[in-house]
């Protein structure tokens, strides 16, 4: 039984370039979480998806950052024009349903913008 | 944004002893989550707290959620070299809204000298 997977592990890119940022929750979780950790921090929650909507994005900062769960395939977080602080580790989590029960981390995409 | 405040921010223990840290917060959170994150993975649940007052234990840990629900501690007894790692307090807020984001303390870098 796989857990939540997420790709790449490790993401370089140059300022101005476009990061897509991939994650396939666990088998039979229709919810998933993205967070973003900054180097000596804790993590802090972006936004909150549920199959085809957006339930929560309380955390995703106004401008270049969008995210998607498709029907079919794994959840994006996508962030255009990135910038050198945009450098950070990128985790993604999924849950059955909505609250905390099985409430599961990824290993997180380390983005570094060159 | 809402803040817990984790302490201490780093510790440096002989093998063998007992581990204390604690998060606060002037906000009251219905669920305190311990997590430990190994270098470049995601957070791991150790233990979970549903109700103010609850003392939980999983193995050498033992975790409680304060009474007041503003504060919850870890503590590990008989520590080992495979303790390492950062642990992170979690919470969700009361009022906590789509009931899927996780506030994070700034976490507690445990070293053990063997």
């Known amino acids: 039984n796989a857990g939540v997977m997420q790709n790449p592990r490790h993401l370089v890119r140059r300022r101005g370039q476009e990061a897509r940022l991939r994650c396939s929750p666990m088998?039979?979780?229709?919810?998933v979480y993205w967070y973003r950790q900054l180097p000596e921090e804790g993590l802090k929650f972006m936004v909150y998806?549920?199959?085809?909507?957006?339930?929560?994005e309380s955390g995703m900062p106004k401008e270049r950052f969008s995210a998607e769960f498709p029907k079919e395939g794994p959840s994006i977080l996508r962030i255009q024009q990135v910038v050198r602080g945009d450098s950070a580790a990128y985790f993604c989590?999924?849950?059955?349903?909505?609250?905390?029960?099985?409430?599961?981390f990824g290993s997180g995409t380390r983005l570094t913008v060159v | 944004g809402q803040q817990l405040n984790q302490s201490p921010q780093s510790m440096f223990i002989q093998e063998g002893e007992d581990v204390s840290m604690n998060c606060t917060s002037s906000?009251?959170?219905?669920?305190w989550l311990w997590y430990k994150q190994d270098p470049g993975e995601g957070p791991v649940l150790l233990i979970a707290?549903?109700?103010?007052?609850e003392l939980t234990s999983n193995g050498r840990l033992t975790a409680q959620f304060g009474i007041t629900r503003k504060d919850s501690f870890l503590n590990i007894s008989a520590s080992i070299p495979s303790d390492v790692g950062i642990y992170f307090c979690?919470?969700?807020?009361?009022?906590?809204?789509?009931?899927?984001?996780?506030?994070f303390g700034k976490g507690t870098k445990l070293s053990v000298k063997p």
């Open positions: 906000s009251i959170f219905n669920t």
């Open positions: 979690a919470g969700q807020l009361a009022d906590g809204g789509s009931q899927g984001n996780l506030i």
């Open positions: 088998k039979g979780h229709s919810h």
């Open positions: 989590a999924s849950s059955p349903g909505r609250g905390l029960s099985g409430y599961t």
């Open positions: 707290l549903y109700k103010a007052g």
């Open positions: 998806l549920q199959k085809e909507n957006i339930i929560d």
